[in-house]
T-cell receptor, first 112, second 115 residues
């Protein structure tokens, strides 16, 4: 089967750094995306990694290791507004060319 | 900034009734999607649509579901005979590149409650 594994919940302190891991098992792999979703809101795109390495966008960075089927999202200088759920999603170019396969999401709780 | 818009934001219906959820994707996008999210759970793919036909669909997208692009702007999801388990948030999404960017633009969702 196809699956993505990520922690269900992570707690961190405002101003700190937090890493959310994602491991995947899919029939094919085209790239790993990260989305942020606030309660009741739509998922919003954060980053996309198709190649190994680190991609940095402001306070957020995303890493991919295709050989390990693993990626992570790194959030620095945490702010209260970063409290949300974070989903990793794989674009699978095996049997499914256009769908994203989603992890169950990681709820990030930030404490002052 | 262009955005995906969805209507209605919330619909309550009786089991067995037909429901149509509407979406207006970003105007220059070519690939359109419907996803659903049951409260507190992960986002699930339903269907993708390109060039006026379904590209992919999941096991969830059975004969009770259909999609249509009736004109140049709207993209609709129809559920013919709703079931209790269809209660969820339904998200429409679109993208301009489809196969490479990894970024989908989501609407704010339509919450469907089936009683």
């Amino acid at each position: 089967g196809q699956s993505l594994e990520q922690p269900s919940e992570v707690t961190a302190v405002e101003g700190a750094i937090v890493q959310i891991n994602c491991t995947y098992q899919t029939s094919g792999f085209y790239g790993l995306s990260w989305y942020q979703q606030h309660d009741g809101g739509a998922p919003t795109f954060l980053s996309y990694n198709a190649l190994d390495g680190l991609e940095e966008t402001g306070r957020f960075s995303s890493f991919l290791s295709r050989s390990d089927s693993y990626g992570y999202l790194l959030l620095q200088e945490l702010q209260m507004k970063d409290s949300a759920s974070y989903f990793c999603a794989v674009r699978d170019d095996g049997d499914s060319n256009y769908q994203l396969i989603w992890g169950a999401g990681t709820k990030l709780i930030i404490k002052p | 900034e262009p955005e995906v818009t969805q209507t209605p934001s919330h619909q309550v219906t009786q089991m067995g009734q037909e429901v149509i959820l509407r979406c207006v994707p970003i105007s220059n996008h070519l690939y359109f999607y419907w996803y659903r999210q049951i409260l507190g759970q992960k986002v699930e793919f339903l269907v993708s649509f390109y060039n006026n036909e379904i590209s992919e669909k999941s096991e969830i997208f059975d004969d009770q579901f259909s999609v249509e692009r009736p004109d140049g702007s709207n993209f609709t999801l129809k559920i013919r005979s709703t079931k209790l388990e269809d209660s969820a948030m339904y998200f429409c999404a679109s993208t301009g590149t489809g196969g490479s960017a990894g970024e989908l633009f989501f609407g704010e969702g339509s919450r469907l409650t089936v009683l």
